[in-house]
């Protein structure tokens, strides 16, 4: 039980992530973009 419920956070920790990730991808390739 306490190792499933421990696995659960790890997916969503890296669900949270990732979408943070993903949102912040196309701003970074923006500034790249100006930035050259």
Excluded: A, D, R, Y
Aim: charged share 20%; proline share 3%; net charge positive.
């Amino acid at each position: 039980m306490t190792e499933k419920k421990q696995n659960n956070i790890k997916i969503k920790t890296i669900i949270f992530f990732g979408k943070i990730l993903f949102m912040h991808e196309p701003i970074t390739i923006w500034f790249n973009t100006i930035s050259q």
